[in-house]
């Protein structure tokens, strides 16, 4: 793990790395020592380890909690290159939607392929920053909507470290096999008029989730549409609740 | 308005009354004077205005927030006499479940009967209680599931001085129709295991209500399991955020 910049912000410390070629940001309080709970983040399609939706919400993480937070850019994303494997997978798709082919089958099966990469990737990172002096071996939990829900329940249902995950934005299609194996408590985010995930669909992948403490929160809304405030309350509610 | 008896325990003051027939119970701070917000309470079937689910959230209402709550017996219930006519209808409807007919059209049809007596009963007792000098005409929420949504959504629809509801464990088919004219920020409770409420027929009353606010929750559960503690401390955040 290699620090690249450091740099400091309303007592939010800012840590950008890499992990061999896996580009990376570590949020802390500032001036912080000794073992915290840590929150992984993953970001959504498009989208990068500092997207705004990232960005707010490990600041308060940082702030209100005094967690550390960690995100990585997903492969393809951010600043890593574009991968020729998923990119021809992605033009390829492109031909089949065109040609008819259902886009939900087809987002499952590509987020399948990238999570066998992910998974591995987020969990070295999660090794790395709990090396750090001050993160440290404490409780870990995970924050992922859309292509974070599609990566982050393979992640979750593989690593024990998770103890509480807020996913969301995500359907049964694409996500249920790994779902039924999350036991930790979830918070799962729903936009109602959510045009990308057919409403169902969402539904079956809160229903599909083996965890006996879960929670379903639907507002209403679209599938990139800002979440209403309390959401991100209840989300800071929900990881005190159940990491410190 | 006739107050019969007043006591007082941990901070909260109890004053029972009757307000023409209606049996009802106002809690308020110990030592309380001026306006202050009020939440309306409404029971479950076979229930009573007392029941432990009404007081607990009530004496948290009071203690953390300094609102006035007030609940009142429905007709048959509590300390009001069996009503014939509800009797009979209740009756009757046994049999046609026994011969058959779909149990909840059946009780869709009785809380509509019920709500025609209802819903002026509980403006009456708003009037009375917002007249009272430690009450005031502050802002004023609902709080009322199972039952207490289906007599509940038919008085937050008629009633202007209602800003905000807490409703659930109820479907469509009792109460679409007068949920959809409910315009106030709205959160709704489902036990995602109720095995009265079909999930479709909760959902679909979720989707029914106009309120361009609206948030819905659903925990694992059956329909009269205690509900998780968190839900009564989004309660309470709810209720904080629209009415002070």
Known sequence: MRIISETSSDGVR??????????????TPDGATGIRPLIVMGHGGGQHKKAPGILTRAHRFVRECGFAVVAADVPGHGDRPVDPEYDRINTE??????????????IAEFQAVVARQTVPEWQ????????????????????GVSLGCGLGVPFVAAEPRIRAAVLGLGGAAASAEPAARITVPVEFLMQWDDERVPRTQGLALFDALGSA???????PGKHADILPAYELDSTVHFFTRHLT
């Open 124 to 143: 070295a990172v999660l090794d790395a920053v709990q090396s750090l002096e001050h993160v440290g071996t404490g409780p870990a939990g995970y924050w």
């Open 93 to 106: 798709n492109q031909a089949r939607v065109a040609a008819g082919e259902d886009l939900a089958a087809l």
């Open 14 to 27: 800012e840590q950008l790395f890499t992990l061999g070629d896996i580009p990376g940001v570590l949020w």
């Open 213 to 219: 403490e879960k929670t379903l929160h639907a507002n």
